[in-house]
């Protein structure tokens, strides 16, 4: 569907839209990443005892991470700028017992906070702001000397090739092609994942030690299935605003798990779900 009246994007916009099912999407799409981002926080040493910023936080589940990792004697503050969202991170981290964290509604690039954190951290978020660098320069502030500057973006086009070859079906290929475009016209920064590298650079930074991820699956209970009909459901109110695509074109199924569970089963190869960079640096300026 391409439809004359449709309404453009003149700036960035989350193109998953800020409501009660995209909150769970990340939930579910949490179950699936967070072992990298984990690897990530270890790796630069987030430990016990540390003061942490969590930026995006969203429904919370980098902030959550990070609380059990620092403890008790460390503290987690997660900001975002949609508040309606935080009250689902308070309600997830009350449920879960974590009295070391709490959540501040701000702009990213806007923060009024202390400049005495060990570690400022954050997953999926710079991919929506302008200019990378500036925010990193920006948000470093925040962080002491030696102190831990860690991200984990997405990194789209390896994925979308592997979607669109000849391994999967036209169906797959059809479906994700529709999804670059409505991430690419909202303003998302679709390869943010290697942009890291050079961002942290020109933030001041230094090289940053990366590492590549993709979680596939082929197992029925894989949380994969869930998030990619989920990234549709979220998708579809932009993708009909702009006239990518509607529901009538994508058809209903594309929204539920089972159908991207048997194109999968019928190709015998794995479907890649999110995949990311994550880069940190210790502060040395």
């Known amino acids: 569907m391409r439809d004359k009246n449709t309404q453009a994007i003149t700036e960035r916009e989350y193109a998953f839209g800020r409501t009660t099912a995209e909150a769970e999407r990340l939930r579910k799409q949490a179950e699936d990443v967070d072992t990298f981002t984990r690897h990530m926080l270890e790796d630069a040493g987030l430990t016990a005892g540390m003061k942490v910023l969590d930026v995006g936080s969203g429904a919370g589940d980098v902030a959550l991470l990070a609380a059990q990792m620092v403890g008790p004697l460390g503290s987690v503050v997660g900001v975002d700028v949609n508040p309606d969202i935080l009250e689902s991170a308070r309600q997830r981290a009350a449920a879960a017992g974590l009295t070391n964290v709490r ?49 984990q973006e997405a990194e789209l086009g390896p994925s979308i090739a592997y979607w669109t070859s000849p391994h999967h079906s036209a169906w797959v290929a059809q479906r994700w092609i529709w999804a670059e475009e409505a991430f690419r016209r909202s303003g998302m920064n679709t390869s943010a994942g290697f942009g890291l590298h050079q961002a942290f650079q020109e933030a001041g930074l230094g090289v940053p030690h990366a590492s590549f991820h993709v979680s596939a699956g082929g197992d029925r209970d894989w949380a994969g299935f869930e998030n990619m009909a989920g990234v549709f459901r979220s998708l579809l109110p932009l993708a009909e605003r702009l006239g990518i695509f509607t529901l009538e074109e994508i058809g209903a199924e594309t929204l539920e798990p089972r159908r991207w569970w048997e194109e999968q089963q019928r190709s015998g190869m794995p479907l890649w779900n999110t995949t990311s960079v994550t880069a940190w640096v210790r502060k040395a300026i």
């Open 103 to 151: 959540f501040v509604t701000a702009e990213v690039q806007t923060l009024d906070l202390d400049t005495d954190f060990d570690a400022v951290i954050g997953r999926l978020v710079l991919s929506y702001v302008p200019d990378m660098a500036s925010v990193l320069r920006r948000l470093a502030l925040h962080v002491k000397l030696g102190g831990i500057v860690a991200f």
